[in-house]
């Protein structure tokens, strides 16, 4: 591992502040919010709701077919932030099991460990096994990659993939790409794809029809958030050129530890909560890293919301529908609505 890339992980596992929660505490917040979202294609149009939305008979029902996405499990992390990772990402897989209607996959959008061990993959697996939906597909966060450039995640999780991992596949329809952003940070953090890869991305969507529905899904956000802490990808924009003549597409990341969403033309940008830690909204602390907060406020920064897709003209648009009093911003960003809501309580 380089100097450069040792150095950004230990400035973002700096604690924000010195209120501690203790791991019930924790715990009992983690099963009021939940941490992932379920995602349901009906004619191609993705819809979402939060794990901890209270499902009834018909939940599920319309849907072409389901699945859920996860993010940013940390395990082997033990600091205050949490106290116990493994017991809130089985509280995640508990929510999973809970639904009525089986997820056909599950997609971890990285960061499965926090120091890249054998151990922490180890138990990440064992944990996993434990899940409804036995087929999981994963892309690496930074953290996977520490010790070895990724070659032991490659080995477990990455098998048939091209390059640092990334790969494609079709079901029922749509079109999913895997993407890896954390194998060449560059400077502050921010990710990138690469030559390689953006060549074999354009590859990859040459030929298909302009109707199929297109999921593209990475660790770092595929749209600019905060360039200061390194929350975007630098060579995104190229990436971004080969889905403008896709009628649906969707861009799923992890990595921030709080929900994001954007809409920019046909293209839906949807940021994912961890399982393990909230971090700072943007530019509300000096840097990133996992946030401490007392078990009072913890469903404040936990909180999730329940996203639906809309079909508006052309467009896609987002309703956003939280689960309690909600304190928003919006802003624009010259191209696009950039709707940010990560508090509920």
């Not at 997609?107 to 036995?134: N, R, Y």
């Not at 490659?154 to 079901?171: I, N, P, V």
């Not at 909230?278 to 996203?307: E, N």
Request: glycine share 12%; charged share 20%; aromatic share 8%.
């Amino acid at each position: 591992m380089t100097d450069k890339k040792q150095s950004l992980i230990d400035q973002n596992l700096q604690d924000l502040n010195n209120d501690g929660v203790d791991r019930r505490g924790f715990l009992k917040c983690m099963a009021w919010a939940g941490t992932g979202l379920v995602w349901t294609m009906s004619g191609g149009i993705p819809g979402s709701r939060a794990f901890a939305k209270v499902y009834g008979k018909d939940s599920g029902n319309g849907g072409d077919f389901s699945f859920v996405q996860i993010s940013d499990s940390h395990i082997g992390f033990n600091k205050p932030a949490n106290p116990d990772v493994i017991a809130t990402l089985q509280t995640a897989i508990n929510k999973i099991n809970a639904m009525p209607h089986k997820p056909d996959f599950i997609i971890h959008t990285g960061d499965l460990s926090q120091l890249s061990k054998p151990s922490e993959f180890d138990t990440l697996e064992q944990t996993l096994k434990g899940a409804s939906a036995k087929q999981i597909y994963f892309v690496p966060g930074e953290h996977d990659m520490l010790t070895d450039n990724g070659e032991q995640y490659l080995q477990r999780f990455g098998k048939g993939t091209k390059g640092a991992g990334w790969y494609s596949f079709d079901h029922q329809g749509v079109h999913f790409v895997g993407l890896v952003n954390v194998a060449n940070l560059k400077a502050g953090g921010m990710g990138s794809l690469g030559h390689e890869q953006l060549q074999w991305l354009e590859d990859d969507l040459k030929g298909r029809s302009a109707s199929s529905p297109i999921v593209l899904f990475a660790h770092i956000p595929l749209w600019t958030i905060y360039p200061d802490w390194g929350w975007g990808t630098d060579d995104s924009e190229q990436a971004l050129s080969y889905v403008k003549r896709f009628g649906s597409v969707t861009v799923l990341n992890g990595h921030i530890h709080q929900i994001m969403q954007k809409i920019e033309g046909k293209v839906s940008f949807h940021t994912a909560m961890s399982t393990a830690f909230p971090q700072p909204a943007p530019g509300t602390a000096p840097s990133a890293g996992p946030m401490k907060v007392s078990a009072d406020q913890l469903q404040r920064v936990l909180g999730i919301t329940d996203v639906n897709y809309l079909v508006s003209g052309r467009s896609l648009a987002i309703v956003d529908s939280p689960l309690g009093d909600p304190v928003s911003s919006v802003s624009g960003n010259g191209r696009g609505l950039v709707v940010v809501d990560p508090v509920v309580g």
